[in-house]
């Protein structure tokens, strides 16, 4: 009998290639907050449940006897401008979903094998040209607050027995979801260019390359903590927008200034946009994963093509 991975936020875009993926040699489980609506993308691949994404309910029986929890569930952070309420809404949309994992592993007789919780580079905070690995600290910020947050839930996992890991992944790029989209289509009108001044680092990883890295630290048993998911070699958003433009064969001619972005999007300009973090995957490299895609301009034609699935 297959072993079961259960996949939470399975839904949305890292969360479905994660279904599609896995799904030949494990039995999946997939918790989405609408089962009917998840179920057209994803129902070929898993068995879609329905989960509040903040309580324990009938979904933690498949927890007894699991090999791991993927935990992917929380508020899309660049769904709109960060009002208080927003702000409310991404924290409690996380760490309620992590503390309702902890709760059901701690509540099953035969506990999973591994736990993984979904987290990002925002965790270091606005660190400018640092070179940031796992040792790195917590940065200072809305979104490191959030990810640290987080991850300290999450880890209560450890008390039940069960080994955890935090992904703290960079910008996914993948063809068909994600930001990716968002940064071609100014493009598509020959308006592509760099945000800000372009000097700010950008972590990367391919979705190839997360799904593989996922599926990597899920099946090493000697690996637990925290594990940087972005491709051994980040770039400025000045190098990021004219690879992006080579590659489309566009120009990346303009330049939005960083007091329009701050104006259209607040504070979520800072963090998300302008944001420079320079995360480099130490710990998973020295644990012997290898990149498909370790080069942006490759991982980019990947994706644009459809060759990353």
């Given at each position: 009998?297959?072993?079961?991975?259960?996949?939470?936020?399975?839904?949305?875009?890292?969360?479905?290639?994660?279904?599609?993926?896995?799904?030949?040699?494990?039995?999946?489980?997939?918790?989405?907050?609408?089962?009917?609506?998840?179920?057209?993308?994803?129902?070929?691949?898993?068995?879609?449940?329905?989960?509040?994404?903040?309580?324990?309910?009938?979904?933690?029986?498949?927890?007894?006897?699991?090999?791991?929890?993927?935990?992917?569930?929380?508020?899309?952070?660049?769904?709109?401008?960060?009002?208080?309420?927003?702000?409310?809404?991404?924290?409690?949309?996380?760490?309620?979903?992590?503390?309702?994992?902890?709760?059901?592993?701690?509540?099953?007789?035969?506990?999973?094998?591994?736990?993984?919780?979904?987290?990002?580079?925002?965790?270091?905070?606005?660190?400018?040209?640092?070179?940031?690995?796992?040792?790195?600290?917590v940065g200072s910020g809305f979104l490191a607050d959030v990810c640290h947050r987080?991850?300290?839930?999450?880890?209560?996992?450890?008390?039940?027995?069960?080994?955890?890991?935090?992904?703290?992944?960079?910008?996914?790029?993948?063809?068909?979801?994600?930001?990716?989209?968002?940064?071609?289509?100014?493009?598509?009108?020959?308006?592509?260019?760099?945000?800000?001044?372009?000097?700010?680092?950008?972590?990367?990883?391919?979705?190839?390359?997360?799904?593989?890295?996922?599926?990597?630290?899920?099946?090493?048993?000697?690996?637990?903590?925290?594990?940087?998911?972005?491709?051994?070699?980040?770039?400025?958003?000045?190098?990021?927008?004219?690879?992006?433009?080579?590659?489309?064969?566009?120009?990346?001619?303009?330049?939005?200034?960083?007091?329009?972005?701050?104006?259209?999007?607040?504070?979520?300009?800072?963090?998300?946009?302008?944001?420079?973090?320079?995360?480099?995957?130490?710990?998973?490299?020295?644990?012997?994963?290898?990149?498909?895609?370790?080069?942006?301009?490759?991982?980019?034609?990947?994706?644009?093509?459809?060759?990353?699935?």
């Amino acid at each position: 009998m297959a072993k079961r991975v259960i996949i939470s936020g399975a839904a949305g875009f890292i969360g479905q290639a994660l279904c599609r993926a896995f799904h030949e040699d494990y039995e999946v489980i997939a918790l989405s907050r609408d089962a009917l609506r998840a179920a057209s993308p994803i129902g070929q691949w898993a068995t879609v449940l329905e989960w509040d994404a903040r309580t324990v309910g009938t979904w933690a029986r498949q927890v007894e006897g699991a090999h791991a929890i993927i935990n992917l569930a929380g508020e899309s952070l660049a769904a709109g401008r960060w009002t208080q309420t927003r702000r409310a809404s991404i924290v409690q949309s996380r760490t309620n979903s992590a503390g309702a994992i902890v709760d059901a592993v701690s509540g099953a007789k035969v506990k999973p094998a591994v736990v993984i919780q979904a987290s990002g580079v925002g965790f270091y905070g606005l660190r400018g040209d640092e070179l940031l690995t796992e040792n790195s600290g917590v940065g200072s910020g809305f979104l490191a607050d959030v990810c640290h947050r987080t991850e300290a839930i999450a880890t209560r996992v450890e008390r039940s027995g069960v080994r955890y890991m935090a992904i703290r992944s960079g910008l996914v790029l993948g063809g068909e979801g994600g930001v990716l989209p968002r940064f071609i289509m100014p493009y598509r009108f020959f308006l592509g260019g760099t945000l800000g001044n372009g000097r700010q680092w950008l972590s990367w990883i391919s979705l190839e390359d997360e799904i593989r890295a996922i599926r990597f630290l899920m099946e090493k048993a000697s690996l637990r903590g925290a594990f940087n998911l972005a491709a051994p070699n980040p770039v400025t958003m000045r190098q990021f927008s004219h690879t992006l433009g080579r590659v489309l064969g566009r120009p990346a001619w303009t330049r939005v200034p960083a007091f329009v972005l701050r104006l259209v999007f607040g504070r979520m300009a800072d963090e998300l946009l302008l944001a420079s973090q320079r995360a480099v995957p130490q710990r998973l490299t020295e644990a012997g994963f290898t990149f498909k895609y370790p080069q942006l301009q490759a991982a980019l034609e990947a994706a644009i093509r459809g060759e990353d699935k």
